[in-house]
């Protein structure tokens, strides 16, 4: 048999096989996110009818760092945005059973949080895990119980 056969063949019943057990190996998917001009002030209101349909963007488990989630509980979020010429507001809403607002308590306390990041310079896009010394991120950061936080993120030289 050819091997230039016989390989692809392999991975294609392997992938079929992980597929029909419900094992996801690798996924991607592309969300577009288009963003509503509105003339004045930007909605503060979530339930405002100003805000466009929610686009459901696909997240992740993050696997770097504490407290290291064996799976991610939240699956997808729903993104809508609005911008009047000056300024852009995004509305973002997921699923979630339990509220979970920081609390005075140490470590092991993670608020619900949400964040997006953009980058710094238009020359290039940035990492995707909070930028690199050459081409930083700015990251707007809200999390329960503080509020929305404005940061510059890059890492840390040596």
């Known amino acids: 048999m050819r091997r230039d056969v016989v390989l692809p063949g392999i991975a294609l019943a392997i992938s079929l096989l992980l597929a029909f057990m419900g094992v996801v190996v690798v996924t991607a998917q592309q969300s577009v996110v288009t963003v509503k001009y509105i003339a004045g002030p930007l909605p503060a209101d979530p339930f405002s009818n100003l805000w466009p349909a929610p686009v459901e963007v696909p997240l992740t488990s993050q696997t770097l760092v504490y407290p290291l989630p064996a799976a991610t509980e939240t699956r997808s979020v729903g993104v809508s945005a609005v911008y009047n010429g000056t300024h852009i ?51 707007i950061y809200w999390r329960a119980g503080f509020g929305v936080e404005n940061l510059v993120a890059a890492p840390a030289t040596g």
């Open 89 to 139: 507001a995004f509305l973002l809403t997921w699923s979630d059973n339990t509220q979970d607002a920081a609390t005075p308590g140490g470590l092991d306390v993670f608020p619900d949080a949400v964040a997006v990041q953009f980058p710094v310079s238009k020359a290039q896009l940035p990492y995707i895990c909070m930028g690199t010394v050459d081409n930083p991120v700015n990251i």
